[in-house]
């Protein structure tokens, strides 16, 4: 199983970029990378998925380098809403155990 | 509307009682699973099911038992509950990747929080 490895925790003012790195050295072929935000006493929300490369959304891009070793969240023009818990999530949702690692708490402050 | 229901959301029980969380999905997902989440811990996998009838081991599945008899439900069972098993419960859905409508994206509940004294 693919474990990653993300900050604890990060503290960004309003209106900046924010990018979490998260480190996944035992990346599968097949893993997807996919990325959760989480409020406090709620379950998890889909952000984004990638797998190689970058994707772009509506709320959030997504950078995976040429070896997939590791992923970049990156969040522009954060507000005090986007203070929550990000999870990066490597595998193949429906397939396999999908680890969850300790997420990253991001404080955003005005 | 799509969603996961889990229930109850809050529960206060006793060493030993037993007990059932039941999760139910209407989005005729495949797979299912249960996570539980403590502080300092994120989020474990207790189990899963990629279909009906076929339930695996996640990474904490001592003290639980699941079962898969339908397709929308799967219930976490605590036979014997103990004070270790204080937390907040999570299950979650999600197409299988062979069913073509997979996304990546897993559909969670709103948690249960159990108490066990």
């Known amino acids: 199983l693919a474990k990653t490895t993300q900050p604890i925790s990060m503290d960004s003012y309003e209106g900046q970029e924010v990018n979490i790195t998260c480190s996944h050295n035992?990346?599968?072929?097949?893993?997807?990378i996919t990325w959760y935000q989480q409020f406090p006493s709620q379950g998890p929300r889909f952000i984004i998925q990638g797998y190689k490369t970058k994707v772009t959304n509506e709320v959030a891009s997504l950078f995976i380098p040429a070896d997939r070793k590791s992923s970049t969240l990156s969040l522009p023009r954060v507000s005090l809403s986007d203070t929550a818990v990000y999870y990066c999530?490597?595998?193949?949702?429906?397939?396999?155990?999908?680890?969850f690692g300790k997420g990253t708490r991001l404080s955003v402050i005005a | 509307e799509a969603q996961v229901t889990q229930n109850p959301r809050y529960l206060i029980t006793v060493t030993g009682k037993k007990l059932t969380v039941t999760c139910s999905q209407n989005?005729?997902?495949?797979?299912m699973s249960w996570y539980r989440q403590d502080p300092g811990l994120g989020l474990r996998q207790i189990y899963y099911?990629?279909?009906?009838?076929?339930?695996d081991k996640g990474d904490v599945p001592e003290g639980y038992k699941v079962s898969r008899k339908e397709k929308r439900n799967f219930p976490l069972i605590l036979e014997s509950p103990s004070p270790n098993q204080t937390s907040l419960y999570f299950c979650?859905?999600?197409?299988?990747?062979?069913?073509?409508?997979?996304?990546?994206?897993?559909?969670f509940g709103e948690g249960s929080r159990l108490t066990v004294l």
């Open positions: 999530l490597v595998g193949l949702s429906g397939n396999t155990p999908l680890v």
């Open positions: 099911s990629m279909n009906v009838e076929v339930t």
């Open positions: 979650a859905s999600s197409f299988s990747p062979s069913s073509g409508k997979n996304t990546g994206e897993l559909f």
């Open positions: 989005m005729n997902h495949e797979y």
């Open positions: 035992n990346i599968a072929t097949n893993d997807y």
